[in-house]
């Protein structure tokens, strides 16, 4: 069974860094395209980050500089670091994986809140 | 950079309407589209990918349509379950993912 269990997130002054970990089982982190997503609170959804198949980066110019995303393979576990975070950053993260670069994300995590505030 | 439009941001129907959303691209992603329903509390479910492939496990009632610029989502017969915000996705390339602001749909 596929599964996606995302954590590290909580509450971080402006500035601050955190890193978020998304720990799949069931599948193969590193065969398949996975994805950064977040939700503000009750706005809509805004993508983030991904990382193919072959390691290959891209981010939104909203993270960009500031977020950095990476997988350990030996894990099985893709991670965010969340740099230089802002009070716009506050979001539900949620990671998703898409099995091919023709396809959708299939499968999400339940999310986790991070939440930047003095 | 791609934006995604989409239209209306909410609507209401009764049950057993047809429904459609309509989401438009900037500039053309030929058939590179996904559409997710999201309910309050839950994370995004994949609905239709690549503009017109039903997701493994879906109702027929939804399907979804177009290509370059214009897409499509249509229910067919509007369930009391199908009461979700909809949200269209471009992935040309996967170099980069926009979402749509998103449709609202309610049952009157």
């Known amino acids: 069974e596929v599964q996606l269990v995302e954590s590290g997130g909580g509450l971080i002054q402006p500035g601050g860094s955190l890193r978020l970990s998304c720990a799949a089982s069931?599948?193969?982190?590193?065969?398949?395209?996975m994805s950064w997503v977040r939700q503000a609170p009750d706005k809509g959804l805004e993508w983030v980050s991904v990382i193919h198949s072959d390691g290959y980066t891209s981010s939104a110019d909203s993270v960009k500089g500031r977020f950095t995303i990476s997988r350990d393979n030996s894990k099985n576990t893709l991670y965010l670091q969340m740099n230089s975070l802002r009070a716009e950053d506050t979001a539900f993260y949620y990671c998703?994986?898409?099995?091919?670069?023709?396809?959708?994300?299939?499968?999400w995590g339940q999310g986790t809140l991070v939440t930047v505030s003095s | 950079d791609i934006q995604m439009t989409q239209s209306p941001s909410t609507l209401s129907a009764s049950v057993g309407d047809r429904v459609t959303i309509t989401c438009r691209a900037s500039?053309?992603?030929?058939?590179?589209l996904a559409w997710y329903q999201q309910k309050p509390g839950k994370p995004p479910k994949l609905l239709i990918y690549?503009?017109?492939i039903l997701e493994s496990g879906v109702p027929s009632r939804f399907s979804g349509s177009g290509s370059g610029t214009e897409f499509t989502l249509t229910i067919s017969s509007l369930q009391a379950d199908d009461s979700a915000t909809y949200y269209c996705q471009q992935y040309k390339s996967y170099l980069e993912l926009t979402f749509g602001g998103g449709t609202k749909v309610e049952i009157k």
């Open positions: 500039l053309s992603i030929s058939t590179w």
């Open positions: 069931g599948f193969t982190v590193s065969t398949s395209y």
């Open positions: 998703a994986r898409a099995p091919a670069a023709h396809y959708g994300s299939d499968y």
């Open positions: 690549k503009a017109s």
